[in-house]
């Protein structure tokens, strides 16, 4: 029975053949589906009219007042490791003072 379906299959498929298509066929057809999904008009429903923005992260203002900062004595409490002017790992004395009084252990 089941060897019968699969030549009927075969058989129909021989006296149909699917069209031949092209790249900027399925491009079409692809952009079409998109359009039905998504709608026309606004691919997305995020938009700045409805999503309200983040308020800005204080670390971007305090790397802003670094750079802006003229003295030479200034240190970049900023995103990374903390480097001395020989590019040596440089702790904050405030960590290395809590690190060896034993407060945080």
């Known amino acids: 029975?089941?060897?019968?379906?699969?030549?009927?299959?075969?058989?129909?498929?021989?006296?149909?053949?699917?069209?031949?298509?092209?790249?900027?066929?399925?491009?079409?057809?692809?952009?079409?589906?998109?359009?039905?999904?998504?709608?026309?008009?606004?691919?997305?429903?995020?938009?700045?009219?409805?999503?309200?923005?983040?308020?800005?992260?204080?670390?971007f203002g305090l790397m802003k007042a670094y750079r802006e900062d003229p003295s030479d004595k200034k240190v970049d409490l900023g995103i990374g490791a903390y480097r001395d002017n020989n590019a040596k790992p440089w702790i904050l004395p405030v960590v290395k003072k809590v690190s060896l009084s034993g407060s945080l252990a």
């Open 1 to 59: 029975m089941i060897k019968q379906f699969f030549f009927k299959v075969q058989k129909m498929a021989q006296q149909n053949p699917p069209p031949p298509f092209s790249l900027s066929s399925v491009r079409d057809r692809l952009s079409s589906l998109s359009t039905h999904i998504m709608g026309a008009s606004n691919p997305s429903v995020f938009t700045a009219a409805t999503v309200a923005a983040a308020p800005e992260d204080p670390l």
